[in-house]
């Protein structure tokens, strides 16, 4: 597989439910990081991690718990999340390089919460 | 609060024609600016980055740079259907930090 993947690409899950989303990229990257989409807002990031070490948690919520156990591989665990929490998830990795940081993007977990 | 603003759209244009994505950034320190193009239901991906003022160009994309004006923008010549996305601008500050801030978008629609 080339780029950035994420399973599941949907989720549809109860407020009490524990769920976990997974992004892996093929691109030789230090960097992963978690967006999320909601409708007509900007992407928000999420987390940032950078050789395995978490650099950026943008106040993100307890609920939302991420692991990176090594520079390839991404998970966010969820648990009792609330129905605004409904978005588009998004996996990106980058490869910091002097003045640029393109993003990659995986295609996204679509996430339902009833 | 740093911030990244776009018109969020619609920009509706004739297929042929000219379109013009505008971006304003609040944080002067910011030193990368991308432009990544989103179709419905898929994820952003790369057109082009830019990080010194006057213009860039790519094929029929044309980014340009204005740190003065804290001002980016994205021309599209001979706008084709195909083209039709929502423009994500980005912006990086580039120190040190991995955070890059994303505008809203701006929806494109070309019209054949």
């Known amino acids: 597989e080339t780029g950035v993947t994420q399973t599941p690409r949907h989720l549809v899950m109860g407020m009490t439910n524990k769920k976990s989303l997974k992004c892996e990229q093929h691109?030789?990257?230090?960097?992963m990081y978690w967006y999320k989409q909601s409708a007509k807002k900007p992407l928000e990031l999420m987390f940032v991690?950078?050789?395995?070490?978490?650099?950026e948690n943008n106040s993100v919520p307890s609920r939302f718990s991420p692991e990176c156990p090594n520079s390839s591989h991404l998970f966010l665990h969820l648990h009792t999340l609330q129905p605004e929490d409904s978005a588009l998830y998004l996996c990106?990795?980058?490869?910091?390089?002097?003045?640029?940081?393109?993003?990659?993007f995986g295609p996204g977990t679509r996430l339902t919460v009833l | 609060q740093k911030e990244v603003e776009q018109n969020s759209g619609p920009l509706s244009v004739p297929e042929g024609a000219i379109a013009s994505l505008n971006c304003t950034y609040s944080?002067?320190?910011?030193?990368?600016f991308f432009w990544y193009r989103q179709y419905s239901g898929k994820s952003p991906e790369l057109i082009m980055f830019?990080?010194?003022?006057g213009d860039k160009e790519d094929g029929r994309f044309t980014a340009q740079l204005n740190k003065a004006s804290q001002y980016v923008s994205l021309l599209i010549r001979d706008s084709q259907p195909s083209d039709s996305a929502t423009y994500l601008c980005?912006?990086?500050?580039?120190?040190?930090?991995?955070?890059?801030?994303f505008g809203a978008g701006t929806r494109l629609f070309v019209k054949a």
């Open positions: 980005a912006v990086n500050a580039n120190t040190g930090g991995f955070k890059t801030i």
């Open positions: 991690y950078n050789f395995k070490e978490q650099t």
């Open positions: 691109l030789g990257h230090n960097a």
């Open positions: 830019i990080y010194s003022n």
């Open positions: 944080d002067r320190g910011s030193q990368s």
């Open positions: 990106a990795s980058s490869q910091p390089s002097g003045s640029t940081d393109t993003q990659y």
